[in-house]
């Protein structure tokens, strides 16, 4: 398992996968929050794919919505 936390650690998510690991969720939460678009995300080809940078913005604003 790679450090997804680390500075050094590429900003592209490729795959739904490494999208579940990043958020700490299972994969098949990872598709529903992409197919109802509560998360960004873009494809290359056929593969779903995120920017930890994007993902942690879009977390902020949740929180930020919630206080």
């Known amino acids: ?38 998360i960004p995300f873009f494809k290359i080809g056929k593969t779903v794919c995120a920017r930890r940078s994007t993902l942690a913005a879009r977390i902020a604003e949740l929180e930020a919505e919630g206080r």
Do not use: N
């Open 1 to 38: 398992m790679t450090d997804t936390s680390s500075p050094s650690a590429p900003d592209l998510l490729y795959g739904i996968s490494a999208i579940a690991e990043f958020l700490g969720i299972k994969q098949r939460a990872a598709y529903h929050l992409c197919e109802t678009r509560r």
